[in-house]
């Protein structure tokens, strides 16, 4: 049975904090990703990384960094948390494009950390 | 710019009846659509992945259309029961992609008894 795990299910940070979200997977996947989703915006991509010590940034980097040091692990840092990163932060992992069709394998999620900054 | 809208923004249905969702895409080139379940505080799960080629797929209760030349989708749930209650996302991937997706705000269906 595939397996993302997430570090936390819920956290509550002050502003200026330094945040670690951790993501784990079971499933020897090259693509990892992390995602927040917010009421009325749907999931947004903050980060991907599609092998170790690689990665790109989303359409929502700003306020964000990630580490990548081993395969099954991928880290979300806020440097400095503010009220704005309040939000579920969900990981996700993937296998690399397959087959002639070039489709993406389908994205397993973790079960998401909803982060409360005050 | 790749867009997916997904109608109606939340549904309210009876235990035991059907009900459609329905997507709307305008992601390009097309390569495949996804439908995601997302129980409340939990990640998305998949139901079901549709390629160009494919107009329909089942899983379970669940069964998807897709129109590639409309470029619509619809979510069909049949004899509906209290753990559908939850929302519904449609994600759509572009060809030659390797991760960028095109996720949809999400039908939330509440299922009461």
């Known amino acids: 049975d595939v397996k993302v795990t997430q570090s936390s299910r819920y956290l509550v940070k002050r502003t200026g904090e330094k945040v670690f979200l951790e993501c784990v997977q079971d499933?020897?996947?090259?693509?990892m990703f992390w995602y927040r989703q917010d009421p009325g915006l749907g999931l947004r991509l903050i980060y991907f990384?599609?092998?170790?010590?690689?990665?790109e940034k989303g359409d929502i980097p700003e306020g964000y960094s990630v580490s990548r040091e081993k395969k099954e692990r991928f880290s979300l840092i806020l440097e400095s948390a503010s009220t704005n990163q309040t939000s579920m932060y969900l990981c996700?992992?993937?296998?690399?494009?397959?087959?002639?069709?070039?489709?993406?394998?389908?994205?397993?999620f973790g079960p998401g950390t909803r982060l409360l900054v005050l | 710019k790749n867009q997916v809208e997904q109608s109606p923004q939340s549904l309210i249905i009876l235990e035991g009846k059907n009900c459609t969702l329905q997507c709307n895409y305008t992601v390009s080139p097309f390569s495949n659509l996804r439908w995601y379940k997302q129980d409340t505080g939990r990640g998305p799960v998949s139901l079901t992945i549709?390629?160009?080629?494919?107009n329909t797929k089942s899983n379970g209760r669940y069964t998807a259309t897709l129109d590639a030349d409309t470029k619509q989708s619809s979510l069909h749930i049949t004899a509906s029961q209290l753990s559908d209650s939850a929302s519904y996302i449609c994600?759509?991937?572009?060809?030659?992609?390797?991760?960028?997706?095109?996720f949809g705000k999400g039908t939330l269906l509440t299922v009461n008894p």
């Open positions: 990384s599609y092998d170790v010590k690689m990665k």
């Open positions: 499933m020897d996947h090259e693509n």
């Open positions: 549709m390629t160009f080629s494919e």
């Open positions: 994600v759509v991937s572009a060809r030659g992609s390797n991760y960028k997706l095109t």
């Open positions: 996700a992992s993937n296998s690399p494009l397959s087959g002639t069709s070039g489709s993406p394998e389908t994205q397993y």
